[in-house]
């Protein structure tokens, strides 16, 4: 049976829930994950399901980026992988990787610059 009621999990939600619209795999990004003290965040660079937390569990931990002292670590074959295999960056991981110059090999352009081509 492909529809059931979530109103036993969610009574908010009174249509039924169809499984064959429930992305199986959901898409990869590249963003980081907060750490350390308060006023002394640091972030991770991690390879992430797009509909996990923030600081949910990661697939992969490809990278360091501490903004206080601008120190950046990178996993190049492990970012690479990750791209070729059809990952998205955010805006901020992307910045970093460009910083980098990482990005010079994948056809990957910010949504702004895509709008002003169209």
């Given at each position: 049976?492909?529809?059931?009621?979530?109103?036993?999990?969610?009574p908010?939600?009174?249509?039924?829930?169809?499984?064959?619209?429930?992305?199986?795999?959901?898409?990869?990004?590249?963003?980081?994950?907060?750490?350390?003290?308060?006023r002394?965040?640091?972030?991770?660079?991690?390879?992430?399901?797009?509909?996990?937390?923030?600081?949910?569990?990661?697939l992969?931990?490809?990278?360091?980026?501490?903004?206080r002292?601008d120190?950046?670590r990178?996993?190049?074959?492990?970012?690479?992988r990750?791209?070729?295999?059809?990952?998205?960056?955010?805006?901020?991981?992307?910045h970093?990787?460009?910083?980098?110059?990482?990005?010079?090999?994948?056809?990957?352009?910010?949504?702004?610059e895509?709008?002003?081509?169209?």
């Amino acid at each position: 049976m492909d529809l059931f009621w979530l109103s036993c999990r969610d009574p908010y939600r009174s249509k039924p829930f169809n499984l064959n619209d429930v992305a199986l795999n959901p898409m990869i990004k590249l963003r980081l994950k907060r750490f350390g003290k308060k006023r002394e965040v640091s972030y991770r660079i991690v390879a992430i399901n797009s509909d996990a937390r923030r600081d949910g569990r990661p697939l992969e931990e490809i990278g360091f980026y501490n903004p206080r002292t601008d120190e950046i670590r990178l996993d190049v074959p492990a970012i690479t992988r990750r791209l070729e295999q059809g990952a998205q960056p955010t805006k901020t991981v992307r910045h970093i990787l460009e910083k980098a110059n990482l990005l010079e090999k994948f056809d990957i352009k910010a949504k702004t610059e895509a709008k002003a081509e169209v």
